[in-house]
Every structure is written in structure tokens, then in C-alpha cells.
């Protein structure tokens, strides 16, 4: 797909499908209103008590996610791409009986987030919470496309199933560590990581750092709700430190004390679902009053347009939710 800037479409599309067949009378309606703002989807009219919108007042950034997914629509349905153009119509007829299943559409975003908590705790809840850990490890970095983090994803799981195999020939515990998880990727502008911020001295010590580069670089990492099964918390996390060195890229960290077993593993496998485009280039403004988040920026700069379209090409080359981002191990 090309990286070029979009503008509103003036006239009708009347380039076909990639598969052969052509945009219909009433597709071509529908794109018009989509390129126009004036588009309103059938899941953006459901009533509250919906049995699909059960939960979501847990979840992040609701508001800031629609957002996303209506300049999804301008961009897309606006584009000469006619990929593009069936991607606009495929996210905006949405609906909870034929959902899109796109990393962008709020609503599947929820219903996916939903069903990874349920399995979650399905999975857990018979084991002891001192066994259970959330795990967070900066994988890669990457100054390519779509391919080359689809690449940087599948090398990650390699790594990680090689390294648990490995020391199950040392210690038959680690056979029986299960995680449930998913990739993340961040994007950072040129020029706009501090190479004397905490982050910067994280990325700088990571294999393939450029501080000189004029191309975006996209952090590959991962989040997993993790059953040690007996193995040492310690021992787990200097073997994750041993193979990703550096500062802060490996994090392994207890459940909290002052919530509910259930509580802790619902809240951080919703998390490790929420797939948001990024943090340091979220869109629109801060949905949260804490000042941590206003000052370190993570919810105020909005993304541009490319910025935009470029998540969604790595999302669909991804597969998607439940695609390639997912990450479990013996559930």
C-alpha cells in the first residue's frame, strides 16, 4: 500500500476490489458518506445495556478509540487504494452478529479484550496468585514496514519458546509455565526520544538503536499474565534479562497485594488486549485527570494521517485481532 498523504475524495471511487468484483451503488453511497463525516454506523446507534457493551466502562481511552476509528473511516474511505476503500466499509458496517474483527473498531477491540479476560481467568484462577506474574519485555526494535514487524514478532516467539525449552532440560518446572499475552508495538518520531529520558536510556542500549535515523522506530514488545508453576520469580526474570539486556526492557512484578486474584489477572489481561495504535503518539486528549499522564505526554500529541494508516497496515499484516499479536503458551 502506498505511503502518501490522503484527501477527501471529490467524486465517487470506481476502482474495484482487489478480488475481482466491483464496488456496488450502494457501496459507492456509503464511501461518500464516509469520506463526508456524515456516516453513522449501526454499532455506534446500540442502546447501553447491550449485552455486546457489557464491561466496557473498564475499558481505556473508550472515547479516544472511537476517535480513531471515525478518522479511520475519513482516511480510508477517501483514499485512490481500493483495499483501502473495502477496509473503510468492512470497519464502518460492523456490527456485534458480523464484526470486522479490526485492530481499530472499538466495538471488536471490546468484545476480543473480553473474551481474552474470561479465558484468562479461566486459566488462573485455580492457581496460586503468589505464582502468578505480569510480565513486560521490550523485544525489538524496528525501522521498517509492516513485514519487518511481523518478523521481529515471529523471531520474539521463537526466542521465547527456545529459551523455555532450553531450561526445561535443566528444570522439568519450566514445562508447565503458561502465559496468556499479546505483541505491542510503539511508534517514536525522529527526533522525538530523549536520549537522557529513562526511555532513551533504554532504547539506546537496545540492539539496532540509530539516534541519527530520519524513519520512525517501532518498539516490539510483549505483555504476558504468567503461572511460574513452581519457578522462582528471580530465576525467571534473570533468565529474560540474560537474552534482552539493558535498562528496563525486562519487567517482572507480582500481583497486587490490595486486589483480588481475580481482580489483578481480569485487569492486566484487559490490558495486555487493549491494542491501542500507541502510547507516546495516542490521539486526541487525555481521557485521565492524574498529572502523571498529562505531564509525560502519553495521551496529548495526536497522530497525523500516515501515522494513522500506517497502524492500520501493520495491524491487517498482523491478522488482526486474535492474529499474530496473540501470545499464549500452554492454555
Known amino acids: 500500500m502506498p505511503n502518501r498523504t490522503f484527501a477527501r475524495a471529490r467524486t465517487a471511487p470506481r476502482t474495484s476490489y482487489s478480488d475481482g468484483r466491483r464496488f456496488t451503488l450502494h457501496d459507492r453511497r456509503d464511501l461518500r458518506a464516509l469520506a463526508s463525516g456524515t456516516y453513522v ?23 479516544q478509540e472511537r476517535h480513531v476509528e471515525r478518522r479511520c473511516w475519513l482516511l480510508l474511505a477517501a483514499s485512490s487504494n481500493a483495499n483501502h ?4 466499509l468492512r470497519l464502518a458496517r ?18 476480543f ?52 525449552d ?24 525522529p527526533g522525538s526520544i530523549d536520549a537522557d529520558s529513562r526511555k532513551g536510556r533504554t532504547l539506546r542500549k537496545m540492539i539496532g538503536y540509530d539516534g541519527e535515523a530520519h524513519t520512525a522506530v517501532q ?3 510483549f505483555h504476558l499474565v504468567l503461572s511460574l508453576n513452581g519457578v522462582p520469580k528471580h530465576e525467571f526474570q534473570q533468565i529474560l534479562k540474560k537474552h534482552f539486556p539493558g535498562t528496563r526492557r525486562v519487567r517482572v512484578t507480582k500481583l497486587r497485594a490490595n486486589r483480588t486474584p481475580q481482580e489483578n489477572v481480569e485487569r492486566l ?11 507516546q503518539e495516542a ?12 505531564e509525560s505526554g502519553r495521551y496529548e500529541s495526536v497522530f497525523d494521517d500516515l501515522d494513522l494508516i500506517r497502524h492500520v497496515r501493520l495491524q491487517s499484516a498482523l491478522g488482526d485481532l486474535g492474529g499474530k499479536s496473540k501470545f499464549d503458551r500452554g492454555l
Request: glycine share 6%; proline share 5%.
Open 94 to 111: 460492523c456490527t456485534p452478529t458480523s464484526p470486522c474483527r479490526m485492530a481499530v473498531c472499538w466495538l471488536c477491540k471490546h468484545q
Open 269 to 279: 489481561a484487559r490490558y495486555a488486549s487493549k491494542c491501542h495504535p500507541c502510547y
Open 219 to 221: 518498539v516490539v514488545h
Open 41 to 63: 454506523a449501526m454499532k455506534d446507534r446500540l442502546p447501553e445495556d447491550h449485552p455486546c457493551l457489557e464491561g466496557i466502562d473498564t475499558r481505556l481511552c473508550q472515547g
Open 113 to 164: 479484550a473480553e473474551g481474552r479476560v474470561q479465558r484468562a481467568w479461566e486459566a488462573f484462577r485455580k492457581i496460586d496468585p503468589s505464582e502468578i506474574v505480569w510480565v513486560t519485555v521490550l523485544a525489538r526494535l524496528v525501522y521498517g514496514g509492516p513485514a519487518e514487524v511481523v518478523q521481529a514478532v515471529t523471531k520474539t516467539k521463537a526466542t521465547m519458546r527456545y529459551l523455555m
Open 85 to 88: 476503500r473495502r477496509a473503510a
Open 166 to 189: 532450553r531450561e526445561a532440560k535443566r528444570d522439568p518446572k519450566f514445562e508447565g509455565i503458561a502465559w496468556l499475552g499479546s505483541f505491542e508495538v510503539d511508534l517514536y518520531r
Open 283 to 294: 490521539v486526541g486528549a487525555s481521557e485521565r485527570n492524574s498529572s502523571k499522564y498529562n
